[in-house]
Antibody, heavy 125, light 107 residues
Framework: QVQLVQSGAEVKKPGASVKVSCKASGYIFTDYVIHWVRQAPGQRPEWMGW????????KYSEKFQGRVTITLDTSATTAYMELSSLRSEDTAVYYC??????????????????WGQGTLVTVSS | EIVLTQSPATLSLSPGERATLSCRASQSVRTFLAWYQQKPGQAPRLLIY???NRATGIPARFSGSGSETDFTLTISSLEPEDFAIYYCQQRSDWPRAFGPGTKVDFK
């Protein structure tokens, strides 16, 4: 079955960076786009960006442009999301999610299914 | 930027009852709308995409309808495991965005 397993919780100081991993299994890794979505406590989910696992192309939300970097290690079937210049407002659960449709369709659906279990990132001095 | 609003904020119902949740977009999203279910401590789960298509493994009691700016998620007969928060999400414009959610809780 398709599974996305994320790295463990992190505690960071303001101004630091965090890198979260997302290990995929149960499907051909390079056949799908991987998205990153975060959810602050008690808030709605917020889309951050995606990476095309076939070619490494990325698209980021303007809100995070310049602070977020999404990368791949295709040999390890793992995607990574790094967020820099952390502030307290970045405290959230960070999720990776696979796109619903394969890249071979020629477009991303931007529907998220399935999701990883989430990684809590706490930013505190 | 398209803004999604959801109503009601909380829906208090009993098992077996019908749930009707609304999502409204600030401008047309055509049928580029999805619904997700989220239970405490869990990731969201895709229920409905493209306004009315059930995702794989989603029971038939969940249905979606609507287009342009007004959408509805209907749960025909609530099961105990359906008490959760439901979010709508649009993919018509950037950034992809979610609504604030509707909590379905026990009456």
């Amino acid at each position: 079955q398709v599974q996305l397993v994320q790295s463990g919780a992190e505690v960071k100081k303001p101004g630091a960076s965090v890198k979260v991993s997302c290990k995929a299994s149960g499907y051909i890794f390079t056949d799908y786009v991987i998205h990153w979505v975060r959810q602050a406590p008690g808030q709605r989910p917020e889309w951050m960006g995606w990476i095309n696992a076939a070619n490494g192309n990325t698209k980021y939300s303007e809100k995070f442009q310049g602070r977020v970097t999404i990368t791949l290690d295709t040999s390890a079937t793992t995607a990574y999301m790094e967020l820099s210049s952390l502030r307290s407002e970045d405290t959230a659960v960070y999720y990776c999610a696979r796109d619903l449709v394969p890249i071979s369709r020629g477009w991303t659906s931007d529907w998220f299914d399935p999701w990883g279990q989430g990684t809590l990132v706490t930013v505190s001095s | 930027e398209i803004v999604l609003t959801q109503s009601p904020a909380t829906l208090s119902l009993s098992p077996g009852e019908r749930a009707t949740l609304s999502c409204r977009a600030s401008q047309s999203v055509r049928t580029f709308l999805a619904w997700y279910q989220q239970k405490p401590g869990q990731a969201p789960r895709l229920l409905i995409y493209d306004a009315s298509n059930r995702a794989t493994g989603i029971p038939a009691r969940f249905s979606g309808s609507g287009s342009e700016t007004d959408f509805t998620l209907t749960i025909s007969s609530l099961e105990p495991e359906d008490f959760a928060i439901y979010y709508c999400q649009q993919r018509s414009d950037w950034p992809r965005a979610f609504g604030p959610g509707t909590k379905v809780d026990f009456k």
